[in-house]
C-alpha cells in the first residue's frame, strides 16, 4: 500500500550506474553522454566484471579519474543484474540513473527535466526511458509487437507502442534496464532486482512490487536513450531463450497467485517451444533449473495484492 513520503532536498544527488563487460569503447561513449548533462549534482558508478580494459581510463591521471566516478571492478563475472544491484546498493544519490555501456542519453537536459519531476511527485518511483535504436532508428521501447504476437494475439507484449505516440510522459506499468531513473528509497522499500534472474524479466519483477508498494512508473517519450546494441558479452539466443523462461515462471512463483502461476506456466511454455523451434530439450533445461531454484522461490514467496493485479491489466499491462 502507498506510504506518504517526504520530498527530498531541492538539488538532490543523482547516481548513475552502468555496469559494463568487455565493452571499453562503448563504455567511453556512454560516460562521455553523462558528462554532457546539465545536471551538475551527480556521482557515476561503473560496475566492471570486464577481463581487458576500461581501467586504464579509471586510473590515476586516466581520463576518467574524476572525483565523481567510482570504478569498481570484480574480477568474476556477476551477470548484468548483481552487478546493477552492487551499483544501486553504493550509490548515495537520492534518483539512480542506469544506462547501458552501449547506450547514451541523448539530450543534455533529459536528468534535469526528470528529476525535477521526481522532486513535484513523490508517487513518482520509476522513470521509463524512450529507447531508440542507434542504426534502424526504431523504438525499442515501448516494446514493438513481435510476430509471435501478431499470429497468436495471446502472446502480447507488456507495452506496445500507442497508435498515436504521445507527447507528454503517461503511467505505464514497464520500464527497461537500457535506460531508466528509480528513486532512492524504491529499493528500500520493494527490494532489489531478483538475485537468482540472470538475465531478463528482472524489470518487470521489480515493477509489480513497486505498483503494488503505491508507486507509480511514467514513461517519458521525449527523453530519448539511443541504444548502440553492441553484441559482445551477450547470450546466445537459446540461452536468452532460456533465461527468459525460467525467470517468466519463478516471477510467477514469487508475486502471483496460484491460478496465474499456472497461466504463466502455459503461455512461457508456448513461448518457449515456439522460438525454439519445439526444442525439448531446451524445455527441460529450463525446467531443471526451476525445480533446483524452487525452495528459494517459496521462501521468496509474496503475492502481490489483487487491486495491484486489476490495476495492471486496466492499462494494458501483464502480470504474467
Same mark, same amino acid.
Given at each position: 500500500?502507498?506510504?506518504?513520503? @517526504? ?6 544527488? %543523482? ?9 571499453s ?6 560516460? @562521455?553522454? =553523462?558528462?554532457k ?13 570486464? $577481463? +581487458?580494459?576500461?581501467?586504464?581510463? &579509471? ?9 565523481? =566516478?567510482?570504478?569498481?571492478?570484480? *574480477?568474476?563475472?556477476? /551477470? ?17 540513473? $542506469? ?8 539530450? *543534455?537536459?533529459? =536528468?534535469?527535466?526528470? !528529476? ?7 508517487? #513518482?518511483?520509476?522513470?521509463? #526511458? ?12 515501448? #516494446?514493438? !509487437? ?5 499470429r497468436v ?20 506499468? #514497464? ?11 524504491? &529499493?528500500?522499500?520493494? /527490494?532489489y ?16 512490487r +513497486?505498483?503494488? &508498494? /503505491? ?5 517519458? *517519450? ?9 553484441? @559482445?558479452?551477450?547470450?546466445?539466443d ?9 525467470n ?24 518457449l ?13 529450463s525446467? &531443471?533449473e526451476?525445480?533446483?531454484?524452487l525452495?528459494?522461490?517459496i521462501?521468496?514467496?509474496?503475492? %502481490?495484492? @489483487?487491486?495491484?493485479?486489476?490495476? !495492471? ?8
Open positions: 500500500m502507498y506510504i506518504d513520503r @517526504k520530498m527530498s532536498n531541492s538539488n538532490p544527488l %543523482v547516481s548513475y550506474v552502468v555496469a559494463t563487460y568487455n565493452r569503447s562503448e563504455l567511453e561513449r556512454a560516460i @562521455k553522454s =553523462i558528462l548533462q546539465r545536471y551538475g549534482n551527480f556521482e557515476i558508478i561503473v560496475i566492471s566484471n570486464s $577481463t +581487458s580494459g576500461p581501467e586504464e581510463k &579509471f586510473v590515476e591521471d586516466g581520463e576518467f579519474d574524476l572525483e565523481k =566516478i567510482r570504478y569498481v571492478h570484480k *574480477p568474476v563475472r556477476m /551477470g548484468v543484474i548483481n552487478a546493477r544491484n552492487l551499483g544501486y546498493q553504493l550509490a548515495d544519490g537520492d534518483y539512480i540513473v $542506469t544506462l547501458d555501456d552501449d547506450a547514451i542519453l541523448s539530450d *543534455p537536459r533529459l =536528468i534535469a527535466d526528470i !528529476v525535477d519531476d521526481f522532486e513535484q511527485d513523490s508517487r #513518482l518511483g520509476i522513470a521509463a #526511458l524512450h529507447v531508440v535504436n542507434a542504426e534502424t532508428f526504431e523504438t525499442e521501447f515501448p #516494446l514493438p !509487437v513481435s510476430e509471435l504476437e501478431k494475439p495471446f502472446f502480447r507484449a507488456q507495452m506496445r507502442p500507442p497508435d498515436d505516440h504521445p507527447e507528454i510522459s503517461s503511467k505505464t506499468t #514497464l520500464f527497461t534496464g537500457c535506460g531508466n531513473i528509480i528513486r532512492k528509497e524504491l &529499493f528500500e522499500n520493494v /527490494g532486482y531478483p538475485e537468482l534472474f540472470d538475465y531478463g524479466t528482472e524489470e518487470l519483477d521489480l515493477c509489480l +513497486s505498483i503494488d &508498494f /503505491g508507486y507509480d512508473i511514467r514513461y517519458y *517519450p521525449n527523453h530519448v536513450v539511443t541504444h548502440f546494441e553492441d553484441p @559482445k558479452g551477450r547470450f546466445t537459446k540461452k536468452v531463450l532460456q533465461e527468459n523462461f525460467t517468466r515462471i519463478a516471477l510467477a512463483i514469487r508475486n502471483l497467485p496460484a491460478r496465474l502461476i499456472l497461466l504463466s506456466l502455459f503461455v512461457w511454455t508456448g513461448q517451444l515456439y522460438r525454439s523451434r519445439f526444442d525439448i530439450q531446451l524445455l527441460m533445461n525446467v &531443471f526451476l525445480i533446483s531454484d525452495p528459494k522461490l521462501r521468496q514467496r509474496n503475492p %502481490v495484492d @489483487k487491486k495491484t493485479i486489476e490495476l !495492471v491489466n486496466s492499462m494494458d499491462g501483464r502480470v504474467y
